[in-house]
């Protein structure tokens, strides 16, 4: 089975700055793209950004300029660095991986819960 498991989670005030961390069980060459969603109380969850296996990235624009996705190959290991956090940042992080050839397989980490105060 796989298994994603996020950290770096945690208490930050605003104007602080984060990184998440997601840990994969297998070569991120196996996945098609992963990626980071976030959901807030009461709220849908939403993409924060992606990688493909190819490097392609892409962000939302509500996030745009102020977090940055990474990968380190070598510790199968994705981040997620984000700056000048604000309170609407809170939000349980989820990491996210897709593969198969029509990506037909998702999974899903066990969230990493980041609170930002003001």
């Known amino acids: 089975q796989v298994q994603l498991v996020e950290s770096g989670g945690g208490l930050v005030q605003a104007g602080g700055s984060l990184r998440l961390s997601c840990a994969a069980s297998?070569?991120?060459?196996?996945?098609?793209?992963l990626g980071w969603f976030r959901q807030a109380p009461g709220k849908q969850r939403e993409l924060v950004a992606a990688?493909?296996?190819?490097?392609?990235?892409n962000y939302a624009d509500s996030v745009k300029g102020q977090v940055t996705i990474s990968r380190d190959n070598a510790k199968n290991t994705v981040y997620l660095q984000m700056h000048s956090l604000k309170p609407e940042d809170t939000a349980v992080y989820y990491c996210?991986?897709?593969?198969?050839?029509?990506?037909?397989?998702?999974?899903w980490g066990q969230g990493t819960q980041v609170t930002v105060s003001s």
């Open positions: 996210n991986a897709h593969s198969g050839r029509y990506d037909e397989y998702e999974y």
């Open positions: 297998r070569s991120l060459f196996s996945f098609n793209s």
């Open positions: 990688i493909t296996t190819g490097g392609y990235i």
